[in-house]
T-cell receptor, first 113, second 110 residues
Framework: ETGVTQTPRHLVMGMTNKKSLKCEQH?????MYWYKQSAKKPLELMFV???????ENNSVPSRFSPECPNSSHLFLHLHTLQPEDSALYLC????????????FGPGTRLLVL | EDQVTQSPEALRLQEGESSSLNCSYT??????LFWYRQDPGKGPEFLFT???AGEEKEKERLKATLTKKESFLHITAPKPEDSATYLC???????????FGSGTQLTVLP
């Protein structure tokens, strides 16, 4: 595997379900990010981790819970989501927070019914 | 607060018809302007990073330029495979996160 990988690529869940999104980066980077992309809207940053420590939480509802066990892996745990949470969820990584270019994974297309 | 505005929202070109996409930005102390390409249902693919006014970078049919207020992505003799949404993002001096524009959806017709 190379670059940034995400699983699953597609997910359909009910409002009462609990699911998790997984991201893995094979670039040796130290920072990882979760973004939400909705139709016709700019990418919205959700969470930032640097050396496994959370450095940003952009007022994300508590039904989204991130986890970063090490610098290569990032999870987004989902529970009791709303239909408006349906979107493309993108993971990215960069060498560092200050100047590093962010490289994105293919995304998980989430549909909440 | 950093701001990024991309124009036009959508652009249709005939194959071979050169054009430019615009990214206007407001930032306090630019620490990088980034261009990405995004195909439908996929993650953004990194194209260029520009750091200072006057800087230019090229890759195949694409050329990115930067001034103190805007960046242009010039597409020379585009092909249908250049069809995608092109995203612009900036990192300001006081922010460690990127601010993205809404993108320009480019369609190149054969």
């Amino acid at each position: 595997e190379t670059g940034v990988t995400q699983t699953p690529r597609h997910l359909v869940m009910g409002m009462t379900n609990k699911k998790s999104l997984k991201c893995e980066q094979h670039l040796g980077h130290n920072a990882m990010y979760w973004y939400k992309q909705s139709a016709k809207k700019p990418l919205e940053l959700m969470f930032v981790y640097n050396f496994k420590e959370q450095t940003e939480n952009n007022s994300v509802p508590s039904r989204f819970s991130p986890e970063c066990p090490n610098s290569s892996h990032l999870f987004l745990h989902l529970h009791t989501l709303q239909p408006e949470d349906s979107a493309l969820y993108l993971c990215a990584s960069s060498q560092d927070l200050i100047r590093g270019t962010q490289y994105f994974g293919p995304g998980t297309r989430l549909l909440v019914l | 607060e950093d701001q990024v505005t991309q124009s036009p929202e959508a652009l249709r070109l005939q194959e071979g018809e050169s054009s430019s996409l615009n990214c206007s930005y407001t930032v306090s102390g630019l620490r990088g302007l980034f261009w990405y390409r995004q195909d439908p249902g996929k993650g953004p693919e990194f194209l260029f990073t520009l750091y200072s006014a006057g800087e230019e970078k090229e890759k195949e049919r694409l050329k990115a330029t930067l001034t103190k207020k805007e960046s242009f992505l010039h597409i020379t003799a585009p092909k249908p495979e250049d069809s995608a949404t092109y995203l612009c993002a900036v990192r300001g001096g006081s922010a460690r996160q990127l601010t993205f524009g809404s993108g320009t959806q480019l369609t190149v017709l054969p």
